[in-house]
């Protein structure tokens, strides 16, 4: 396809792999494992789009919430996930990011994600950013407490702008979101890049993230092309 500027940050909540596996007599665990295969998939078309950024929402602050059993089994899909693809995100010049708290993440799935990510700082494509154990207003408030720090110990000015406040971000330095998708039928955005998300196109798709295929999600990217974003402007 041909590279659009406009669509560099894709955004996507990978939702409704328990229903999914639900619906076919399989354990919630089922879907997660599908997905896992799916982001090998959506990952790879994005980086032959030509996007610079894709964020994945992996864990929220929130999902602890769920059955020890489960939450252990999302704390195992990094493993899952760069044992069986991390070849091959080397190949396609892959760089794997993170966004979120290392707190309360087990030492070996941190340990994972880390490797990966130094694995892969070498690389200088697509950055497949994952949203692991993040949220977005908490990522918000630590970016206030950071400028108060610098404000406290390094003198800096209280007048901030909000293109210099976006710095003190986990994501400051990838370009703001200009596309972002959730599967499985919500239509709502659960605390995700509240911040980055400011003026982004929104799709909400009725199919569960384990059956969203590659070329829907080019259809996505096509779409956008065509929306007119106005930013809260006229039309030239
Ligand atoms: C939402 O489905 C999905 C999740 C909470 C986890 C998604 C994570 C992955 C697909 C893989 C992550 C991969 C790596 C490498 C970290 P749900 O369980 O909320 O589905 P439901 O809405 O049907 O219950």
New binding site residues.
Partial sequence: MEKNQSCRHVAI??????????KQNRE?TF??T???E??RNIAIRANDLGIEVLT?????TE?WK?PLE?VNF?MK??E???KKFMKELMEKNIRIRMIGEWEHVPQDTRDI?ERAIRETSVNTGMILN?A?NYGGKREIVLAAQKYAQDVRDNGRALELTEDEFTTYLMSGEYPPVDLMIRT?G?QRISNFLLWEMAYAEMMFLDV???EFTTDEFEACIRDFMQRDRRYGGVKA
């Fill in positions: 909540i990978m939702d409704g792999n328990g229903r999914w596996a639900k919630r879907g997660h599908i997905g896992v799916n982001v994945l929402y992996a864990f929220s999902n769920r489960e999302l899909l990094p899952i996930f760069f994600l994952f692991f499985s919500e569960a993230w384990p």
